[in-house]
């Protein structure tokens, strides 16, 4: 069964620091990777995604994210953290197969908090 | 264009008492999706339809039913609510063949006393 480790629940930076959000995902296949973003109150935003190809992908807001297959791991960075990207942060793994195509498994979230 | 709407917002319930949650979606996707969101549990999937008429069973399941009588709709019913139920309530959206790509509502809070 496909997983998502987020192995940090709550992340501190200041404003203008970098930023990186650990993701760890267990899947048998090529996986389809995301991270959305989650504002109070609000609903999920998707940033960014890796479906194959460039293991290295771009996203909104200044976000980018690399796929490691050796490591397992789809982590999650922004050179410079703006006071707006304060937020919670989630790691998904989808299904490419199966009876169970597109269905997402989510990680626990990382809680990012910018100090300014 | 609306994208994936849901409604109510908000409700409270007493245990034993029923509802309905409705999602609407006005981008002619195949898939959709009910999640619920606890803390530090990151999102799980309770039910999910593949097309009009079609429903199954995601992770956590018991105590929710569904039903997807129109392709733009997506019902999420409680038949005797618990405290457990206590949640926030997401739907979610997906084309067929767009890799598991899913769109978000704004979620529904559900308070079970």
């Known amino acids: 069964a496909q997983s998502v480790t987020q192995p940090d629940i709550h992340i501190t930076v200041s404003e203008g620091a970098s930023l990186e959000l650990r993701c760890n995902y267990s899947?048998?296949?090529?996986?389809?990777l995301f991270w959305y973003v989650q504002s109070p109150g609000q609903g999920l935003q998707l940033l960014l995604k890796?479906?194959?190809?460039?293991?290295l992908v771009q996203g909104i807001k200044g976000f980018e994210a690399e796929f490691k297959r050796s490591q397992s791991s789809f982590n999650l960075r922004k050179p410079s953290v703006h006071w707006s990207d304060a937020a919670e942060y989630f790691c998904?793994?989808?299904?490419?197969?199966?009876?169970?195509?597109?269905?997402?498994?989510f990680g626990q979230g990382t809680i990012l908090t910018v100090h300014p | 264009n609306a994208g994936v709407t849901q409604t109510p917002k908000f409700r409270v319930l007493k245990t034993g008492q029923s509802m309905t949650l409705l999602c609407a979606q006005d981008?002619?996707?195949?898939?959709m999706y009910w999640y619920r969101q606890d803390p530090g549990m990151g999102l799980r999937l309770i039910h999910y339809?593949?097309?009009?008429?079609?429903?199954a069973k995601g992770e956590v399941p018991d105590g929710y039913n569904v039903s997807r009588l129109k392709k733009q709709n997506f019902l999420l019913g409680l038949e005797s609510a618990a405290p457990s139920q206590t949640s926030v309530y997401f739907c979610?959206?997906?084309?067929?063949?767009?890799?598991?790509?899913?769109?978000f509502g704004p979620g529904t809070r559900l308070t079970v006393t």
């Open positions: 979610a959206s997906s084309a067929r063949l767009d890799g598991c790509e899913q769109y």
């Open positions: 899947y048998g296949a090529t996986p389809y």
């Open positions: 890796y479906f194959s190809g460039d293991t």
């Open positions: 998904a793994v989808g299904n490419a197969g199966g009876t169970s195509y597109g269905k997402l498994t």
């Open positions: 981008m002619n996707h195949e898939y």
């Open positions: 339809s593949v097309g009009e008429g079609t429903t």
